[in-house]
């Protein structure tokens, strides 16, 4: 059961990251580095100009896009594209998810299938709570980046990429602080 529950969030990783990869491509925003899995680099390899990396703990993924949250004059750089093209690119994530986990559980329903039934429900709880406007999350970014109307870009900037540090420093504390409810529920996996 454990082994179902690791693979459904390792795949829905590599779908959400894809999901971005493809996306920023698709609208000439440049891809520095498409990681799976965080910590000590597994194997990686550069293709069109991406490093690919795959690492010891596929508890997680990236994009590291070009001057993600820099000023710069950078034309692929994620802050230098149109407010609707950073939303495509910083949602598209979510909507994979979205889309297959419930592709997945409607079909897991239909032909009886608990290994679909069951990715499809984890990648959609995944997807949807990715949603939300915590910063970190992609959810976020759509208010984040409303920002750059309010104050001067280079500032808004700096902002953002402070929230979204704090953000992701309050989501692995909360993170690691569901480890022991995994493990004592383990088995209902």
């Not at 590599?14 to 965080?38: M, P, Q, W, Y």
């Not at 915590?134 to 980046?145: C, K, M, T, V, W």
Request: proline content about 4%; glycine content about 8%.
């Amino acid at each position: 059961m454990i082994i179902r529950l690791l693979v459904s969030i390792y795949v829905c990783i590599i779908l959400h990251e894809l999901g971005h990869l493809l996306t920023a491509k698709a609208v000439k925003c440049k891809v520095d580095v498409f990681s799976i899995g965080f910590g000590k680099e597994l194997f990686s390899f550069t293709f069109g100009g991406t490093k690919y990396r795959f690492a010891l703990l596929p508890l997680g993924g990236y994009n590291k896009l070009a001057n993600e949250l820099d000023y710069c004059r950078n034309k692929t750089a994620l802050p230098n594209l149109g407010y609707s093209k950073k939303l495509l690119v910083l949602l598209s994530g979510c909507a994979i998810n979205i889309v297959t986990g419930l592709i997945a559980y409607f079909v897991g329903l239909k032909i009886l299938n608990i290994n679909l039934f069951y990715f499809g429900t984890i990648s959609t709880i995944l997807g949807v709570t990715n949603l939300l406007p915590i910063p970190a999350l992609d959810g976020s970014y759509p208010i984040l980046f409303l920002l750059e109307k309010i104050i001067p870009k280079k500032y808004a900037l700096q902002l953002i990429r402070w929230l979204v540090n704090w953000g992701f420093i309050i989501l692995t504390y909360l993170n690691i602080a569901c480890i022991p409810w995994l493990i004592i529920n383990w088995r209902k996996f």
